[in-house]
């Protein structure tokens, strides 16, 4: 553990690490575009100068190993001059167009050239012009002329998501990023997260392009429910106080990103593009009102009728789902223990052409909770459902199983979020509400648990699981 | 010629480069005299031999090879810097074309004292005949047994080839050379891991230039001590200079170390095209400081006397400029070379040297502006130290160097819209 000096201050370093890392570890923040924690070092932006103590020159942070009695300054003049010159460097031919600039807001250059630099562009040259909406793939759009050559993206691709994607082609300042064939980023399961590192706008998310002010949304940390990796996201949607009536009241809630939430036990900062689509998910048109028999009905009356079939059948069944969070899964088990043979079924498969498995974080079960499913009701799969000969009743929660398959005679109660054909053929109906609309925590496939916020109101129509298997439950009633 | 020789120092011929006329005299022996000593020996005599290097950076030779550990249990590469790119500068051809078995030979050596099982040569891919010359000695030094599984009968495997550069000056910075090696983008990395600690495929790898390697046999053969009678003490051996510009006699010639920079340009070197005067020299290549005719006058050829004068020994490739030159469109050249140049890796370099272009072409048209002298010196200033290779450097040395001598010229080309000399590069003929 060496120490060292940070402008005068003792700082305990790790011994394998640089100076830019302790001084980030320890509160010295230090601007840095190209260097990436979960990246190679490429050393390229040359912004993360330090001034090792007692000499005239600058050297840059990130490919400094740290050494016994180090001493280095972060704010020194020298310093200053330097991280000034080279803003003014990468501005020179950046084009500086914010204001149509999807980065605009959380965008490193913006917030570095008010903090380090402040000045206007001191260049009086015309500056390089280049190819601009470049699609590198179906979901992603490339301005060369915001790129600042920090190839972070080249690494990620390299490094990461091992495509070898992307490269950078020419040289000198008509050097541009590429692909390095046509289609070679969409074979990148991994792609989007270029877009989260660029440090600029260069790399931008053809899904949000243009669709809204970042100022104007705001992150709420969530799970992605896409596989049992159970990746930490944030799902990004306007600010409450940004909900405007004239708008389209879809507007207001819908998501309008999605982006990795770091979290070194589970996917460090990468998601997959699956995750970023969960608007196809959770945006599919929704069942908002309790029906018996297709008949629509005051919620609590459907609910009431749930009790009353539950109560009047002698063989019941439940199909749980591994949507479920660990409370609704508890829930449940509170409520069906002893009165119903329980199955977990998979409320979702993976659909042709998704990509099943991989070393980095994809996994073939494409159901966010299987794990807890299986720890609270026990290994019967729904894949194979062997019905009791007498099933008169069986309680279906959530997506993804056929109805064909149930026995004829048996009743339904049928839990589900979405406009579905089966939701009239149950003899009840009951809404409930999606992961966006409430909280809860899921069990991955490895046992971490990870919880997840709402982002939005439900409809009042809509009933929470957790809150239906406590009605549910047996004894008496209230 | 200039002073005494080590390398040109034989009669060229339709065949003296081949391995035959190469062995008549006495070729090889350094060889067999290396290959029954020890690599530590062979080390420790190219240490005592003070020999620089003569790509550029003069970095003394012994120091590079004794950073190689030799019982690291990992293997070893070594590198011939054969990306001759620096303007001015063809001196490394002369070798490769005429003596190129004398390169070959004195890499077995330097093999055998890295325990080098690999060697490569990374060559420009502009050079046509240095290319056969050495392929073809190459396939001449297989079969005499000088390469492969058992060199010259010994134990000592070694293998050879040549890498061809694809056009950049970058490629023969020596990381990007290896970057470039690797069959990746000719990008220079990052200091530290030093290249002799992580270089070609992050083994220790030593890369040299090819005059600077060309000098090993010599000095293997004759020892250190004769080594060291030439040229000077802190600079000893000679020079291989490739003088070109507004020079009567330009071309390759071997210099002594030492030897009065006058006598060479004007009794070895016929003097100044059309009996004109000096104006300057660049001493050795474009990315050293430009050197007016008064401060050539008291200097000799070695790196003491050059550094003293405040430019530096470079490459080898001297540059004669004659009286009645334009400076403003000599700097715009260099320019367009660095600008052309630039990797594009690093932001100083990368956006700087573009800038820089800018600024001098518009001067050149006539649309200079008061204060892009001084742009130009700040510009220089923040490449100085701050990109990951040299050239972001050397490219404003050159600019400082030529602007801190020659200001009148840029002034008056910005408030008159034209050259004080009439914008010549060429030397004018009276």
């Known amino acids: 553990m060496p120490e060292i000096f940070i402008n005068g201050q003792s700082v305990q370093a790790e011994d394998d690490e640089t100076v830019l890392q302790a001084a980030l570890r320890t509160g010295h923040y230090i601007p840095y575009f190209c260097w990436h924690k979960s990246l190679s070092i490429a050393g390229n932006c040359r912004l993360c100068v330090v001034q090792p103590e007692g000499k005239n020159w600058v050297e840059i942070a990130c490919n400094m190993p740290v050494s016994e009695g180090m001493r280095v300054l972060t704010d020194s003049d020298i310093v200053k001059k330097n991280r000034k010159a080279t803003l003014q460097f990468i501005t020179l031919n950046h084009p500086v167009d914010c204001g149509i600039c999807d980065k605009a807001g959380e965008c490193t250059l913006q917030d570095y050239h008010f903090e380090y630099n402040g000045e206007r562009s001191i260049s009086d040259v015309p500056k390089v012009k280049s190819t601009k909406y470049v699609e590198l793939s179906e979901r992603i759009v490339l301005d060369n002329e915001r790129c600042i050559l920090c190839s972070r993206c080249v690494r990620f691709t390299r490094e990461i998501s091992k495509s070898n994607a992307l490269g950078i082609k020419q040289r000198g300042d008509e050097s541009l990023l590429r692909a390095v064939e046509d289609g070679a980023l969409d074979r990148d399961a991994y792609s989007d997260n270029v877009v989260d590192i660029c440090p600029v706008g260069a790399l931008l998310s053809k899904p949000f392009l243009h669709k809204a002010r970042v100022w104007y949304l705001k992150p709420t940390r969530s799970v992605c429910p896409s596989c049992s990796r159970g990746c930490a996201i944030d799902i990004w949607h306007r600010k409450p106080e940004w909900k405007l009536r004239n708008l389209d009241p879809k507007e207001n809630t819908a998501i309008a990103r999605v982006t990795p939430h770091d979290n070194p036990e589970v996917n460090g900062p990468w998601i997959c593009n699956k995750g970023r689509d969960l608007a196809q998910i959770f945006e599919r048109a929704r069942a908002d009102g309790a029906m018996l028999k297709g008949k629509p009905v005051e919620l609590s009356a459907a609910i009431e009728m749930a009790r009353r079939l539950i109560d009047g059948a002698r063989q019941r069944v439940a199909i749980v789902s591994s949507w479920g969070s660990n409370e609704e899964l508890a829930a449940a088990k509170e409520a069906l223990a002893g009165r119903f043979a329980t199955f977990f079924k998979a409320d979702r498969v993976a659909e042709e052409g998704e990509p099943l498995q991989d070393d980095l974080l994809l996994r073939a079960d494409k159901n966010p909770n299987t794990t807890a499913a299986r720890t609270t009701f026990g290994d019967a799969s729904a894949a194979a459902p062997t019905f009791p000969a007498d099933t008169d009743l069986v309680l279906v929660w959530g997506e993804g199983f056929d109805f064909a398959r149930l026995p004829a005679k048996a009743r339904i109660i049928f839990l589900g979020s979405y406009l579905a054909p089966e939701n009239g053929h149950a003899d009840v109906f009951i809404p409930i509400s999606i992961q966006t609309e409430r909280a809860g925590h899921y069990t991955n496939f490895a046992g971490v648990v990870s919880g997840f916020e709402p982002c939005f109101a439900k409809a009042p129509s809509v009933a929470h699981a957790e809150a239906v298997f406590a009605s549910l439950a047996g004894g008496p009633r209230s | ?430």
């Open chain 2, 1 to 430: 010629m200039p002073g005494r020789q080590l390398i040109m120092n034989f009669p060229v011929t339709a065949t003296s480069h081949t391995l035959a006329d190469y062995v008549a005299r006495g070729g090889y022996q350094a060889l067999a005299k290396a290959l029954a000593m020890t690599p530590q020996d062979i080390t420790r005599e190219v240490v005592a031999s003070g020999l620089l290097g003569h790509g550029g950076a003069a970095f003394p030779v012994g120091r590079k090879w004794g950073v190689v550990k030799l019982d690291d249990g990992q293997p070893h590469f070594l590198c011939t810097n054969a990306d001759e790119g620096e303007p001015g500068t063809f001196k490394d051809r002369w070798i490769l074309e005429h003596a190129p078995h004398l390169l070959l030979e004195s890499m077995l050596i330097a093999a055998r004292a890295l325990q080098v099982r690999n060697c490569f040569v990374y060559m420009r891919g502009e050079f046509d005949l240095p290319y056969r010359r050495l392929a073809a000695a190459i396939e001449e030094a297989y079969a005499g047994g000088y390469f492969g599984e058992k060199v010259c009968g010994s134990d000592f495997a070694c293998d050879i080839v040549i890498i061809r550069g694809a056009g950049s000056y970058v490629c023969g910075e020596a990381s990007g050379l290896l970057s470039s090696v690797e069959g990746k983008r000719g990008y220079p990395r990052n200091r530290p891991p030093r290249l002799t600690v992580k270089g070609l495929f992050q083994r220790p790898t030593v890369v040299n230039n090819v005059e600077t390697l060309s000098n090993v046999a010599g000095i293997i053969r004759d020892g250190a001590e004769a080594f060291k009678q030439l040229g000077k003490p802190k600079c000893p051996g000679t020079q291989l200079v490739s003088i070109s510009g507004h020079i009567e006699k330009p071309g390759v010639y071997e210099v002594e170390y030492g030897y009065p920079l006058q006598k060479f340009l004007f009794d070895d070197c016929g003097g100044i095209t059309g009996g004109k005067k000096l104006k300057c020299i660049i001493p050795g290549g474009i990315s050293t400081k430009v050197l007016t005719a008064a401060e050539c006058e008291p200097l000799t050829y070695d790196k003491e006397s050059l550094e003293k004068a405040g430019s530096s020994l470079g490459s080898g490739g001297m540059i004669v400029i004659a009286e009645d030159t334009c400076m403003v469109r000599l700097l715009q050249v260099m320019l367009r070379f660095y600008h052309h140049e630039s990797c594009g890796q690093c932001t100083p370099c990368r956006e700087g040297m573009g800038w820089m272009h800018k600024i001098i072409d518009r001067i050149v048209a006539g649309d200079g502006r008061r204060e892009d002298i001084d742009r130009l010196y700040a510009i220089s200033a923040l490449n100085d130290g701050t990109t990951i290779c040299g050239m972001g450097d050397a490219a404003g040395y050159a600019t400082v160097g030529i602007l801190n001598k020659y200001r009148d010229e840029f002034e008056y080309f910005i408030e008159h819209k034209r050259s004080k000399l009439g914008g010549n590069l060429e030397a004018v003929h009276a």
